[in-house]
């Protein structure tokens, strides 16, 4: 069987990996000049970085993601490091001590800065383990069969009737309930606003599975070796490179073909069904199945064409809302940040307002990495992203796609100067100190993915999106990536394609 794939991100890699196993006749084309989408590691003058993902789950042995590369025969060319991060926000922040004090420090600690909100602390805390056990029992009924299936079914009936009451409510109300405390709601539901998504959009009880304690202490025991929904987190060593390299030698080492600086113009549909794509040169590659990842405008109303498509399918697509964009920061510097920053990644917060960064963020006004940004080393945990004494560092924050005033072009080097000033509050001298700068915006990264509207993260965790599914409704073609059913983040979308191929292979 012929399989063309769009895009040489996680998703389409990881779906041609199957396939090209399974004997199949495998040809990825990509359009930029290197694959990986924003997976990519990229390297300037001995130093490099990681453009995408940092600090990710699903990688620790027994995991998703790990199975998926023993799967492919590759896990031992993905070495990974479990890791975590610290939080800052303006009056405190939170480092794991040095001993280890159980999985609920955190909890003392902020009962110690915010007594009057013991008991509420203690109410929240029951809701996660609650939520903890709800997710845990899901991820065992999902490969469970027979009487085992049942029995979980029942178990994840019974574990839900305790907060089946919040089920309908949002992230905010879900603060609002337990906290009166700005700084604490703050805490647990800031990271809604890097999937520029507000807290009254967000799921409440998602809320949990977007702040894990494992996140800030990976001393706490984590999913597989507990059957808690606790994830392990890690860096994958020498960047997310290494990964994009071991998937993609998977489709190479299998007869496969991968064409970069190649250019889909148009998914050929005769008949209701895909046969095929038209380059950019016009050459007509002929198919039996066409995997299209990226975006669902691109994919859908570009390449296909609405003529080919119902109505309500149309509307479905519309309706979803995208996240936005981020201007990242690359440095190579010459002195050790650990004496300002003491973990590889810490996330910075500088709002209580989520609501507003939110909207001012859709409508373009960008807050100059003042509301917030993330500070991070690779280096520390992948020394050859640097020079012997030197230190890879990158800053981001989220920001608009396009800007409401003046564009990326002209204000780049302007804003990504603001950005490192930001930075400089939490690591002084980042500026006398820099070696080599790489400044990423929004239109970098446009041009990367080959997305009109760059979305960071996919389609964000807004209640009422709904993503196309990975089977279309055009016969032959399967939608996969970010801004599918999958959502986004490297594990998310590696799960949707290996599920993809899976479904492909069991119907032959």
């Known amino acids: 069987m012929k399989v063309v794939v769009i895009g040489s991100g996680m998703s389409g890699l990881t779906a041609g990996a199957y396939l090209a196993r399974a004997g199949h006749e495998v040809v990825v084309y990509e359009q930029f000049d290197a694959p990986g989408g924003v997976t990519a590691t990229v390297h300037q003058e001995g130093f490099g970085w990681d453009i995408g993902p940092l600090l990710v789950e699903g990688f620790a042995p027994g995991d998703k993601g790990r199975i998926i590369l023993e799967e492919l025969g590759v896990s031992q060319r993905v070495p990974a490091v479990h890791e975590d991060r ?51 029992i899901a991820r065992q009924a999902e490969s469970a069969r027979g009487l085992a299936g049942l029995w979980l079914k029942l178990q994840l009936w019974l574990a839900f009737q305790p907060v089946k009451g919040k089920a309908k409510w949002n992230g905010g109300q879900l603060m609002d309930y337990y906290f009166t405390s700005p700084e604490l709601k703050t805490l647990f539901l800031g990271i809604v606003a890097d999937f520029v998504t507000a807290p009254s959009e967000f799921p409440s009880l998602g809320v949990p599975s977007i702040h894990l304690e494992t996140a800030f202490d990976k001393r706490i025991p984590t999913y597989p070796s507990t059957r808690s929904a606790q994830t392990a987190y890690t860096y994958i060593l020498g960047g997310c490179q290494t990964l994009v390299d071991a998937v993609m030698g998977v489709v190479l080492e299998n007869g496969g073909k991968l064409l970069t600086n190649t250019t889909v113009n148009r998914i050929l549909i005769e008949n209701g069904r895909a046969t095929g794509v038209e380059l950019a040169d016009g050459h007509i590659e002929p198919a039996d199945l066409v995997l299209a990842s990226g975006g669902m405008q691109e994919t859908f109303f570009d390449l296909v064409g609405r003529q080919h498509l119902s109505a309500d399918f149309i509307k479905q697509i519309e309706s979803n ?64 992203l640097a020079p012997s004494g030197k230190y890879a560092v990158t800053i981001y924050t989220v920001a608009p796609d396009t800007l409401a005033v003046g564009s990326w072009t002209s204000r780049r080097e302007e804003l990504a100067d603001k950005l490192v000033a930001e930075a400089e509050k939490y690591i002084p001298g980042l500026r006398e100190h820099t070696l ?58 590696m799960t949707g394609a290996q599920k993809v191929a899976r479904r492909i292979l069991s119907s032959e």
Not at 324 to 346: K, N
Not at 350 to 369: A, P
């Open 321 to 384: 809302l995208l996240m936005e964009s981020v201007l990242m920061v690359q440095l190579g510097i010459d002195f050790d940040p650990t004496r300002y920053q003491p973990a590889a990644l810490c996330y910075y917060y500088n709002t209580h307002d989520l609501e507003g960064s939110v909207k001012r963020l859709r409508t373009g006004e960008y807050h100059e990495g003042k509301e917030g940004l993330l500070i991070y080393v690779p280096s520390l945990h992948s020394p050859s």
């Open 436 to 493: 080599t700068r790489l400044v990423l915006t929004p239109e970098d990264y446009r041009a990367r993915t080959h997305l009109k509207h760059h979305s960071f993260g996919g389609v964000p965790p807004v209640m009422g999106n709904q993503p196309p599914a990975h089977k279309t409704p055009i016969a032959g073609l399967w939608f996969i990536g970010a801004q599918s059913e999958s959502g986004g983040a490297v594990i998310n979308v």
């Open 86 to 136: 610290g939080l800052s926000m303006p009056k405190f922040a939170l480092w794991k001590p040095k001993d280890y004090q159980g999985p609920y420090w955190r909890r003392e600690r902020l009962k110690e800065l915010f007594p009057s909100e013991s008991q509420a602390l203690n109410r929240y805390y029951q809701f996660y383990d609650q939520m903890i056990k709800l997710m845990g």
